[in-house]
């Protein structure tokens, strides 16, 4: 059975930083594309950070380049997403997904796996 448990997330001000971590097992997690995505009130889900599916390579979206750090344990079989200088336009829902193949910097598409989402509220 997978399952992704994200932990971390809640409240800051802006200028503050946060540590997402997701958690999964049941999959083969050194193999897998493993990302973070996010939906902010009123919009749709939008990607924010991924490796491909050998970690070898890092994707970020534009908006958070140089602010956020996606990492992998894959003894731990968990993947982070280190937020620092958050900002008021960051406060969403982040979700933690993983997929056999890639996770996409442009639209978002139904991934294999998905984490329930954790809130990031970032006040100004």
């Known amino acids: 059975q997978v399952h992704l448990v994200q932990s971390g997330g809640g409240s800051v001000q802006a200028g503050g930083s946060l540590t997402l971590s997701c958690e999964t097992s049941?999959?083969?997690?050194?193999?897998?594309?493993m990302g973070w995505l996010r939906q902010a009130p009123g919009k749709g889900r939008e990607f924010v950070a991924a490796?491909?599916?050998?970690?070898?390579?890092?994707f970020y979206a534009d908006s958070v380049k140089d602010r956020f750090t996606i990492s992998r344990d894959n003894a731990k079989n968990t993947v982070y997403l280190q937020m620092n200088d958050l900002r008021p336009e960051d406060t969403a829902v982040y979700y933690c997904?993983?997929?056999?193949?890639?996770?996409?910097?442009?639209?978002?598409?139904?991934?294999?796996?998905w984490g329930r989402g954790t809130q990031v509220t970032v006040s100004s």
């Open positions: 997904v993983a997929d056999s193949l890639s996770i996409e910097t442009g639209a978002v598409r139904e991934y294999g796996y």
């Open positions: 049941g999959f083969p997690f050194s193999s897998y594309a």
């Open positions: 490796f491909n599916w050998n970690g070898a390579s890092t």
